[in-house]
């Protein structure tokens, strides 16, 4: 990937930042920046504590130590929904949709935050609400054509493959229009097309909307390919920070975690 | 092959997302409403109004209310029937302290205070889920219940503890009370049914619904979107118990007539909207009018059956009843939990390809 | 001051009788995951199927011409209930694995209406009398010496009562089946996929907690007869297990002790000032504190949410 992209300034910084749950510590005073437009990926091997670091961001943990800079803003703790109503949206590793509503009213779900027409317009409908309503499902409409997934617009998710139930999860992180998208492996269990079509979204989600991403990923081969800087975690800590050709050389990374040849996924 | 939709496609999003996309549902639902409005008003008589239609309207108002705040937004209550005793309380209230208030008004204005009532008894719902919260509506319920037979302002002081309702009017037809014609107090209800209805189905249909669901779903993940918990939760308990305020108000006023609180607003009360939200089927705007018909059938069915067909004793088809109730619900649970809703989308399924097979 | 011991022990008392309803429900819960709300209505069944099993004027004297006495009474009615048990995992549970809390719970609501319906059908409602020979009126030497007054049936129960909690606490910590059955409650699926039968498990419980339906079946119904209100007992455990916690064996006799206490002492004291009656809804209000402050409850496991 060697073309020209404005990256910006740092858009989120994080300083310090220290988790335990009881006696567990899951992270260990972590610190990194990430930078606007960029594609940065955390990687470590398995409970290295990468998603509690997304959790973190999101607000659904909330760290004993250190602070979290989004936009300006710093912070410690933050509502979940607050940290969404600021421009953070994202992926889960165990898919979260709403089984219960089809692939429409999830991504729709997304724009819940920039839609604001009270109960009593919404009892009526028509009029205000109903204008709102349609304008949303413009934006909707246009998230699905991205990701291609017309054909089950109307589909309850809980009946879905899991790859596309792994798309229309990334819709509505979408459609919510976000600065900062945060991916917690979005490529697992996926099969190599699946893979190339997710890697080919997330990059035209950054080359298009400029969304700056934060993705967790396993796939050496993906991050390596994708990825503008990189960060390694293992049991918590901090053990390299950089761009991918750095880090790979790092010999504390190998040591932990890149014993085992990244060619794997052609298999 | 009546029932195809070939031919009908939508050409905007607001066709799309309209209520019935069908057309044979469009025309089927208008003539259900025209039959309902103009012609049963002529033919209607005291029993049908008391013994079917009037209750059969009041709980399926309930039913919508509670399938909002259980089948939508997943919060489980079992105090139903206390919210209906607050709607029913504060109607007589305020229609004995204000002769001079419009009854719709009245009506409306106890459906607010019962959503008051409803949004501190769902307080606790931001603490705690699932099947705790049944309990905290347990609480609610009992709690009321004593609340309205202890103290005495409830009932403005009477003896026996009962509350009457006064005769009402509007637009110059009596519509509770005995002298009442069933034909107006049944369009009375009617009314608020159908325009109730048509704002649930509305409400949850758009971006309230939506939270409402997603917060069912999963509140995690809701909630990590962007949807303030607090909000959708305390909305849902709100429009719920507006609701319920509602039909416990009519259900006093226009059907019961005279009201006792442990007999008419007790836990049995709460069971039974509960039972008609899981048969009609959860999360089901249709569902709660087919299971409210379902309910309000059964006894009538059973005792037709049992009592003038077989001859057995009043108290025995009683205990066959409640055995019916019991093993339909175990049954629906099992076979079909999304309710009589979800076999009536089956039906119409099949009805796309009758007469073919396939 | 004694009046305040009296009302405190008449409290604890009530609140032993609440307890051996409760414990139905832990195991119960324990290892299904499953609130049962027919629990109650399983004591009221156990109770009836005792007293017509003893009774000269219950079905089976008809059938058979005698009445059974006491000890085989009891070994009847436990047959009764593993065979309800049994029913109720053939007919009920074997259909809902791996459902939500919610809808399991709401089946056993529509069980409860079911055996309730049943009850009346063959038993008929009238309150019937148990008698076997368990100790009945107060207990002279508390009165005689210090005034007390206590009811020796009570001090039985809540002997019974302790003896329950030790037998249950061992059985699921130190048996095989015992681990087993707290594995079926974490997780259905994953039990199954271990190879745990859970069909025998689910018998088993059952048949266990009908068991503790007999014994909480008998204690109420030689204090009051058996009669249908005991059906709604089911109500007033649910904030026992709040309190206790909903899979703790000590905690449903520490929880039924506190509201049994809580209730009698507030509406001794503070019913006077509102009219009575409060014992309606105090212990909702009470479990509905605790709801607020400690969720699991005093004894009962935290739940950690992953995303």
């Known amino acids: 990937m060697a073309y020209e992209r404005n990256i910006g300034d740092t858009i989120l910084s994080v ?61 410690r703790q933050v509502r979940p929904s607050e940290a969404a109503r600021q421009g953070i949206a994202r992926t889960f590793q165990n898919i979260a949709l709403f089984n219960g509503m089809s692939t429409l009213d999830n991504i729709m779900t997304g724009r819940n935050t920039k839609m604001n027409k009270g109960i009593f317009w919404q009892a009526l409908r028509f009029g205000p609400a109903e204008k709102e309503e349609m304008e949303h499902r413009a934006v909707v409409e246009r998230v699905i054509d991205f990701l291609e997934i017309e054909a089950i617009r109307k589909t309850a998710v809980g009946t879905l493959p899991y790859g596309l139930q792994k798309r229309v999860e990334l819709g509505r992180a979408l459609a919510a229009e976000p600065d900062l998208l945060l991916l917690d492996e979005p490529m697992a269990g996926m099969n190599l097309e699946e893979k190339q079509d997710m890697c080919r979204f997330i990059l035209d989600v950054n080359d298009e909307f400029g969304t700056t991403i934060v993705l967790i990923e396993h796939d050496m081969g993906v991050v390596m390919d994708i990825s503008d800087r990189v960060v390694v975690l293992d049991y918590g800590k901090k053990l390299a920070e950089g761009t991918p050709d750095e880090v790979r050389t790092n010999q504390d990374v190998i040591d932990a975690y890149l014993g085992v040849s990244h060619d794997d996924e052609e298999a | 092959m009546f029932y195809r939709e070939a031919g009908q496609f939508k050409t905007s999003y607001k066709a799309d997302q309209a209520i019935f996309t069908i057309t044979q549902d469009k025309f089927f639902v208008g003539l259900v409403l025209i039959v309902a409005f103009c012609v049963v008003p002529i033919f209607i008589n005291d029993y049908w109004a008391n013994a079917i239609l009037i209750q059969f309207l009041v709980y399926a108002l309930a039913a919508l209310g509670l399938n909002i705040l259980t089948g939508y937004c997943g919060q489980v209550s079992l105090g139903t029937g206390g919210f209906m005793a607050v709607g029913a309380y504060a109607s007589y209230k305020l229609v004995t302290s204000f002769p001079e208030m419009n009854f719709v008004l009245a009506i409306l204005l106890s459906g607010g205070i019962t959503a008051a009532v409803g949004v501190v008894f769902g307080l606790p719902s931001l603490r705690i889920k699932g099947f705790y919260l049944a309990v905290a509506t347990l609480a609610a319920q009992f709690f009321l219940v004593w609340l309205f037979n202890k103290v005495g302002w409830f009932f403005n002081y009477s003896p026996t503890g009962m509350i009457v309702s006064p005769p009402r009017e509007m637009f110059g037809f009596l ?71 509602v039909a416990g108000a009519l259900y006093f006023n226009v059907w019961l007539g005279t009201a006792e609180p442990t007999e008419a607003f007790d836990i049995n009360q709460s069971f039974f909207v509960l039972f008609i939200v899981i048969i009609g089927g959860l999360g089901s705007i249709l569902g709660s009018f087919l299971g409210a018909a379902f309910m309000v059938l059964i006894p009538i069915l059973m005792k037709n059956i049992m009592v003038d067909g077989f001859g057995f004793a009043v108290g025995a088809a009683k205990h066959a009843e409640v055995m019916l109730l019991g093993t339909l619900i175990i049954l629906f649970l099992i076979v079909e939990p999304h309710g009589l809703a ?14 073919f097979p396939y | 001051m004694l009046f305040l011991l009296e009302t405190v022990i008449s409290g604890l008392m009530a609140g032993v009788m609440y307890a051996l309803v409760a414990l139905g429900f832990v195991l119960i819960f324990k290892a299904s995951g499953i609130f049962n709300f027919a629990q109650g209505v399983f004591a009221l069944f156990a109770g009836l199927a005792l007293y017509d099993f003893i009774a000269t004027d219950g079905w089976f004297y008809e059938l058979f011409g005698f009445a059974l006495p006491v000890w085989l009474g009891i070994i009847a009615t436990m047959g009764v209930m593993i065979i309800v048990a049994w029913l109720v995992e053939f007919l009920v549970l074997r259909h809902l694995v791996n459902q939500e809390p919610i809808i399991l719970f709401m089946s056993t609501i529509g069980l409860a209406y079911f055996l309730e319906g049943l009850g009346d059908i063959l038993f008929g409602s009238d309150v019937k009398p148990l008698d076997i020979g368990l100790p009945q009126g107060a207990s002279d030497y508390l009165l005689d010496n210090f005034n007390l007054y206590v009811e020796k049936l009570e001090v039985v129960a809540a002997v019974v009562a302790a003896v329950l909690v030790v037998v249950l606490a061992i059985f699921f910590q130190k048996t095989r089946i015992g681990r087993a059955l707290r594995a079926v409650a974490d997780d259905h699926q994953a039990a199954l996929s271990v190879g745990i039968s859970l069909r025998t498990i689910w018998v088993i419980v059952w048949s266990v907690s009908g068991f503790v339906a007999l014994v909480a079946g008998v204690m109420w119904g030689s204090k009051s007869g058996i009669q249908f209100s005991l059906s709604l007992i089911a109500l007033k455990a649910l904030p026992v297990l709040i309190l206790g916690g909903f899979t703790s064996v000590p905690g449903a006799i520490i929880g039924g002790l506190i509201i049994g206490v809580g209730e009698k002492v507030a509406e001794v004291f503070a019913g006077p000032y509102v009219g009575g009656a409060i014992e309606n809804w105090f212990a909702y209000v009470l479990a509905l504190g605790f709801l607020l402050i400690r969720p699991q409850g005093l004894f009962g496991e935290k739940i950690i949410e992953r995303v």
């Not at chain 2, 009314?191 to 509305?202: G, I």
């Not at chain 2, 939506?210 to 999963?218: G, K």
């Not at chain 2, 089956?346 to 009758?354: A, D, F, G, N, V």
Request: aromatic share 10%; glycine share 10%; charged share 20%.
């Open chain 2, 175 to 245: 519509v509770t009370g005995p002298e009442a014609h069933p034909g107006a107090r049944y369009l009375f209800c009617l009314t608020f049914v159908a325009v109730f209805a048509l704002a649930a189905k509305n409400l949850v249909r758009g971006r309230v619904g939506r939270s409402w669901m997603a917060i069912r779903d999963m509140d995690i993940a809701a909630e990590l979107i962007g949807i303030r918990p607090l909000e959708a939760k305390l909305t849902a308990f709100a429009v719920s118990s507006f609701y319920i305020g």
């Open chain 2, 342 to 355: 979800r076999l009536w989308e089956i039906l119409k399924e099949k009805l796309r390809k009758w007469p």
């Open chain 1, 15 to 75: 300083d310090q930042i220290s988790l335990s749950f009881g006696g567990v510590k899951a992270l260990s005073n972590i610190s990194f920046a990430v930078r606007e437009h960029e594609v940065f990926a955390i990687i470590g091997p398995n409970g290295a504590g990468k998603s509690s670091m997304l959790n973190c961001i999101n607000g659904f943990y909330h760290p004993q130590e250190g602070t979290i800079t989004f936009k300006g803003n710093t912070r």
